[in-house]
């Protein structure tokens, strides 16, 4: 019989499940997993793993028994099974149940503890939940519907008079009846409170006021979102430790229209500046129809006087092909590299070799003038592999000026299909303007995005957007297309691009304020 991975995720913020929690779920044949996990992680799951939604974090008993059914029943298929749960599997949860059912069972199981939000969700949001002098206690209180209570069983009078900070799990029905519990048992009224909604993610929100001022802002509120309650001293450091929701990108929702194998870095780079990433890949990169061409180019390489990359999926292209024939690296010994853009480059440089030439501007133009300058190209012979809807001035012009030039297809670019499984309803968040920033990379992706959507209403549904494109050719691509960009970046570089956007937003903010 297989194991069972009772795995704590995290209350939300994907990176915040453990290396050992990864390495399970990884390993899962069946992941079943509540609502709250944040569906990322899913994509840690082996390729052609069963994923199984099995509703809210605490279900009610009925379907509590169902789930520890399910979790038996594919352990006895023979199948290792990761069962994702919500913060912590032993902290206001099921696992302490489902772990009692399974060993009932006799089912091999495993608990991988997790981040409990009562410590992930405060910290956040810059309170810590101890600090010298805020008290002697932490006490964490349930308060999310379970069990078929809709209210908490605390002696309310008791936990006001403890000196300390308290945490509680507000469901919302609850969190009105635990704010005035703690004040009509003795609680300060001028003591700190704070209130965060959707912690650890780029949605986060915190109220934070005095015990009373909370209280009635609550009263009055119509938000139906459960949240982390903080009641203590240590609420008064927030406005010196926050952290989180002060990040230039905080709360700002960008599109990512790369290909998915590529998008990590720019995802990355966003999520760390605190922004919220949709990728939706636009493109995705496959082989040439026929690999003839550019396998007899690899075949001579050693023959060309120069090779030009324009992208770094060319040189992975090349590379690879070069490597899978008989030759290596060294039949390029005495050819010239000449890369456009530093990616480019970067990419060489991991393949062991060296730029010989990359122009100061990361366009095509520049890489005629950045060769005339290095000498006369009259007579030498030069490959340029690149995608097939690559543009033909580079070698137009240099056969012009009497170079050999040879044109291999390394790569296509294929459209993605707009109505696969997951994908996000992009056409949606454009029209309700809940996206911030369209980023494109590519020429290629902004041809994808308009076709997708249709002409008329990419452009306008872009029209009220930011649109950051990465360099002067998906610039030019952009306004074929008639969508105006709004930033590009000096450097056509990822990081500069996110640097570009950041920017962007700073400066947005300080005429606000100035305002």
């Given at each position: 019989?297989?194991?069972?991975?009772?795995?704590?995720?995290?209350?939300?913020?994907?990176?915040?499940?453990?290396?050992?929690?990864?390495?399970?779920?990884?390993?899962?044949?069946?992941?079943?997993?509540?609502?709250?996990?944040?569906?990322?992680?899913?994509?840690?799951?082996?390729?052609?793993?069963?994923?199984?939604?099995?509703?809210?974090?605490?279900?009610?008993?009925?379907?509590?028994?169902?789930?520890?059914?399910?979790?038996?029943?594919?352990?006895?298929?023979?199948?290792?099974?990761?069962?994702?749960?919500?913060?912590?599997?032993?902290?206001?949860?099921?696992?302490?149940?489902?772990?009692?059912?399974?060993?009932?069972?006799?089912?091999?199981?495993?608990?991988?503890?997790?981040?409990?939000?009562?410590?992930?969700?405060?910290?956040?949001?810059?309170?810590?939940?101890?600090?010298?002098?805020?008290?002697?206690?932490?006490?964490?209180?349930?308060?999310?519907?379970?069990?078929?209570?809709?209210?908490?069983?605390?002696?309310?009078d008791c936990l006001a008079r403890l000196d300390g900070t308290i945490v509680c799990y507000a469901g919302p029905e609850q969190l009105g009846h635990m704010?005035?519990?703690?004040?009509?048992?003795?609680?300060?009224?001028?003591?700190?409170?704070?209130?965060?909604?959707?912690?650890?993610?780029?949605?986060?929100?915190?109220?934070?006021?005095?015990?009373?001022?909370?209280?009635?802002?609550?009263?009055?509120?119509?938000?139906?979102?459960?949240?982390?309650?903080?009641?203590?001293?240590?609420?008064?450091?927030?406005?010196?430790?926050?952290?989180?929701?002060?990040?230039?990108?905080?709360?700002?929702?960008?599109?990512?229209?790369?290909p998915r194998d590529q998008a990590a870095e720019l995802v990355e780079r966003l999520e760390a500046q605190g922004a919220e990433t949709i990728v939706a890949p636009m493109i995705h990169i496959v082989p040439p129809s026929d690999y003839g061409p550019l396998d007899d180019a690899c075949a001579r390489a050693g023959t060309f006087d120069?090779?030009?990359?324009?992208?770094?999926?060319?040189?992975?292209?090349?590379?690879?092909?070069?490597?899978?024939?008989?030759?290596?690296?060294?039949?390029?010994?005495?050819?010239?590299?000449?890369?456009?853009?530093?990616?480019?480059?970067?990419r060489l440089a991991r393949a062991g070799l060296k730029v010989d030439l990359m122009p100061a501007e990361y366009r095509a133009e520049a890489v005629l003038r950045a060769l005339a300058e290095v000498g006369d190209v009259r007579g030498q012979s030069v490959l340029l592999p690149h995608a097939d809807i690559g543009r033909e001035l580079i070698a137009d012009e240099l056969r012009k000026q009497g170079a050999v030039v040879t044109v291999v297809v390394a790569y296509r670019t294929v459209a993605e299909d707009p109505e696969r499984e997951g994908a996000p309803d992009v056409y949606r968040m454009l029209l309700d303007r809940t996206i911030d920033v369209v980023t494109f990379t590519s020429a290629s992706a902004v041809r994808s995005f308009v076709r997708v959507l249709g002409a008329e209403p990419a452009a306008d549904l872009l029209r009220g957007t930011v649109v950051a494109s990465i360099g002067p050719l998906t610039v030019e691509a952009a306004s074929q297309c008639h969508v105006a960009t709004t930033i590009m970046p000096g450097e056509y570089s990822v990081p500069a691009l996110v640097a570009a956007i950041v920017q962007y937003f700073e400066t947005e903010k300080t005429l606000g304020v100035k305002a």
């Open positions: 019989m297989s194991t069972v991975y009772i795995i704590g995720a995290g209350p939300g913020d994907p990176g915040l499940i453990t290396l050992r929690g990864l390495r399970c779920l990884a390993a899962a044949d069946v992941v079943l997993y509540d609502h709250l996990v944040p569906l990322k992680l899913l994509t840690h799951a082996r390729p052609g793993a069963e994923k199984i939604d099995v509703g809210v974090a605490a279900p009610q008993p009925v379907e509590q028994e169902a789930i520890c059914y399910l979790i038996v029943e594919k352990a006895r298929e023979g199948k290792t099974v990761a069962r994702l749960k919500w913060g912590d599997p032993f902290v206001f949860d099921s696992g302490g149940s489902e772990a009692l059912f399974l060993h009932e069972q006799g089912v091999p199981f495993e608990v991988v503890p997790g981040i409990p939000a009562a410590i992930a969700v405060p910290s956040y949001a810059g309170v810590p939940i101890t600090y010298p002098g805020g008290g002697d206690t932490l006490t964490f209180v349930r308060g999310h519907e379970a069990q078929g209570k809709t209210r908490a069983s605390i002696d309310w704010l005035g519990s703690l004040l009509s048992h003795g609680r300060p009224a001028d003591e700190s409170a704070a209130i965060v909604y959707d912690g650890t993610l780029p949605s986060q929100q915190t109220i934070m006021g005095s015990l009373e001022e909370v209280a009635k802002t609550i009263a009055q509120s119509a938000d139906r979102r459960p949240g982390i309650l903080v009641v203590g001293r240590v609420g008064a450091l927030r406005e010196h430790l926050r952290w989180f929701d002060v990040k230039p990108l905080f709360g700002k929702r960008v599109l990512v229209t790369r120069w090779i030009v990359f324009t992208s770094a999926n060319a040189v992975d292209a090349f590379v690879d092909r070069l490597l899978a024939g008989p030759q290596d690296l060294r039949a390029l010994n005495g050819v010239k590299l000449c890369a456009v853009g530093p990616r480019t480059a970067e």
